[in-house]
């Protein structure tokens, strides 16, 4: 969430920063409801005053045997007065919350404006695999070596799923596990969230109200208020994030570090593309994501280290990929700036998202309200930043096709192989 006072006192700046995002907005309307409130508060407080400093007055009065009764009846009214301004300040306070919750975040300053067309190659890491074969698609691939069974996938749950057989189960896992690994030698703390989670976790991810149509709902059929209902996870950031939610932490306990492993679960609306078949694009993936709350001028510091540690794992499994900056409006609604890892998938010719850092900087902490006290005593909103590390549903596909060989079979990386229990191809 927006600070409301920096709108406040240069509306117009946050309006061009907001348009760098596409979002348009006016705030006329607000602030003057931010002033009619503020006007409201101190009649009511000048009010209140009044009431008190006359009630004070009125045990000494009937000892003095003077008339009360005219006294009572103007505070009566006085208390009703106050009573009806109180809810009319209360009024605007929730047209206020309800219209800076609907804001995105700001983006930083040095991003540029529009969407993915502006997106910058930041680097670019190895070489695309060139192939003195006739190469196969994933698809293919996982058919053949028994690795994935996504006929039986979507009889099970319909279009947007599959089912890991054998040793493409082995595979997913031994990815999982190493990722795992490399996340506890750099001494991030291994978190197993619950799946389910109320609405404050989505709304104070900045994913709600906005993108409350996106997630899976679990049905409560004796409870019609959206709010008190739970969703399914569409990556674990939701849950990490508000960890801490409504707390103050020590700011000598900065940063925290924390990674967490779960499947994600995403509507993906939409129709899908021919290209996006197999595990390109799914209803349920799995996803080791990395979560740190830190000081305000610590986070661009634990960005790039987020940004690095996402890269390390690209190329200790030896993948060609590349390193994007996301210009404003291809960053999502929460976050302040964003660098895409993009592995190559040779069959679709293009690059794939396998990971997104992001720096939400004190948007998050705002909205659910996680601060920290520092060593001057002073209140003030963690930063916090997250980074997959990494989603597999890419990562595999392109792992089967960047490494396969003439004869069919797919060389398992050198760093997966522990995993596999020694195991070097798959065949």
Known sequence: MLDIKMICDNPEKVQNSLAKKGCIVD???LLQWVKDRKTLLQKVESDK?????????IPALKKEGKPVDEIFAK????GEDIAEQDKKVNELSDKIFDFVAKLPNLPDDDLLAGE???NQVVKVFGKKPEFDFEFKNHVDLCTSLNLIDYERGVKLSGGGYWLYKGDGARLEWALLNFFISEHLKDGYTFILPPHMLGYNCGFGAGQFPKFSDE???VEDKECEDRKQQRFMLPTAETALVNMHAGEILDSKNLPMKYFAYTPCYRKEAGSYRAEERGMIRGHQFNKVEMVQYTMPEDSPKAFEELVGKACSLM???GLHFRLSKLAAGDCSASMARTYDIEVWIPSMGIYKEVSSVSNANDYQARRNNTRYKGEDKKLGYVHTLNGSGL???RVFPALIEQMQNPDGTVTIPEVLRPFMGGQTLLK
């Not at 005053?49 to 007055?57: C, I």
């Not at 505070?75 to 006085?78: N, Q």
């Open 49 to 57: 005053a009044e009431r008190n400093k006359v009630s004070a007055q």
């Open 315 to 317: 190329e200790k499994l």
């Open 215 to 217: 997630v899976y709902w």
């Open 27 to 29: 705030f006329s309307e």
């Open 75 to 78: 505070m009566r009214a006085l």
């Open 391 to 393: 989603a597999t549903s």
């Open 116 to 118: 993915k067309e502006n």
